[in-house]
């Protein structure tokens, strides 16, 4: 007769006999390795690899640093800057499209004073471009403006070119200039256009 404890349940209260038929206690897994600890990367490629055709031989580290600590810093490299509302709805110094407009004439007629027309040559030119007149642009302390640089080279073969932007802005505070430079072959086009953002 078995003495029943005041809420245990039989199945629970153990006699010397069923001791030994205990069901075989399975063995724990071993833990996976992170991706970041410096040397279970390449075991990590050889798993991911195995039932492909390739065979991983050796995987050289990322970096000379551990990885753990790369981890930390794709964390915080991640992290977004949270700012305080400034309730500002208007710019502290508003965007002045004559004086802009000048630098980038200016910048266009030094940099392409010499310059003949090459389709090649152009397609580089007018990144150097557009990052020299961003960087003029940014000098003048325009804040909270994001500016958009385009710059255009047309071939002179006696067309005619038609060139329009169309955008949906506030007309109080964005802005746009044009600014052109015309050598015999070509003629030179650059567009700032200045939008604030609250």
């Not at 000098?139 to 909270?144: A, I, M, Q, S």
Request: proline residues 4%.
């Amino acid at each position: 007769m078995e003495k029943r404890g005041r809420g245990v349940k039989s199945s629970l209260i153990q006699t010397p006999n069923q001791s030994s038929q205990q069901a075989p206690v399975t063995p724990r897994k071993e833990r996976r390795p992170s991706m970041f600890e410096k040397e279970a990367y390449a075991q990590i490629l050889r798993e991911r690899l195995r039932e492909s055709v390739h065979d991983v031989q050796y995987v050289e580290p990322p970096f000379d640093d551990s990885i753990a600590d790369i981890g930390k810093e794709w964390k915080s490299a991640l992290a977004k800057l949270k700012f305080a509302n400034s309730y500002r709805m208007e710019p502290l110094k508003k965007f002045q499209a004559h004086s802009v407009q000048t630098k980038i004439q200016q910048i266009l007629t030094e940099s392409l004073k010499d310059v003949k027309y090459d389709d090649k040559v152009f397609s580089h030119l007018s990144l150097e471009l557009a990052d020299r007149i961003l960087l003029a642009v940014k000098e003048f302390g325009y804040h909270r403006y994001k500016f958009i640089i385009k710059v255009l080279f047309i071939q002179k073969t006696g067309q005619a070119i038609n060139i329009a932007s169309r955008w949906i802005w506030d007309v109080a505070w964005d802005s746009w200039v044009a600014a052109k430079h015309e050598a015999e072959s070509y003629v030179a086009l650059a567009l700032v256009f200045a939008l604030y953002y609250e």
